[in-house]
């Protein structure tokens, strides 16, 4: 499947359940659901898509993978919170240097930005440290720093 996919430059999750391009899907033996069900519970988003599940699936979802321990989720977290440190400490270095060049208030609005920018850029490396440690506690590898 996987070669298939390549060869047809397509994700591969697609070739299973085609999202955009069917309306439903049989995704186990008599168990019908939109593609996009099927590819959540496919890639670990959420769980097993019931027949009725509605929109307050969203709200437990979350809380169903922190609580299987779901290395994809945390593999997520980890993804989304290193981009997010890198995203805060180019914000603050555009700052900094928007700053060097202002004078009077501007120059305290761009210090002031840069600081808050800086700010969430620790905030998101102790998150990813957080994350890094609750993989090794639930005995997954920890989260590779790109």
């Known amino acids: 499947m996987l070669v298939l996919a390549r060869a047809l430059d397509v994700p591969p999750l697609l070739l299973v359940f085609p999202v955009g391009t069917a309306q439903e899907v049989e995704i186990l033996p008599g168990e019908v659901r939109t ?11 959420r769980p097993f898509p019931g027949p009725d599940d509605g929109a307050y699936l969203d709200e437990i979802a979350a809380d169903w993978r922190y609580a299987t321990g779901s290395p994809l989720e945390l593999y997520r977290a980890h993804n989304r919170a290193v981009a997010e440190e890198a995203h805060a400490l ?4 555009e700052y900094e240097r928007s700053r060097d060049a202002a004078a009077g208030d501007r120059r305290h609005a761009f210090a002031s930005a840069a600081a808050d920018a800086r700010q969430t850029a620790e905030r ?3 998150a990813t440290e957080n994350l890094r440690r609750r993989a090794k506690d639930l005995g997954f590898r920890a989260p590779e720093l790109d």
């Open 124 to 126: 998101c490396r102790i």
């Open 35 to 45: 593609p996009f069900r099927g590819s959540q519970w496919f890639t670990g988003e």
């Open 90 to 93: 180019t914000r603050a270095s």
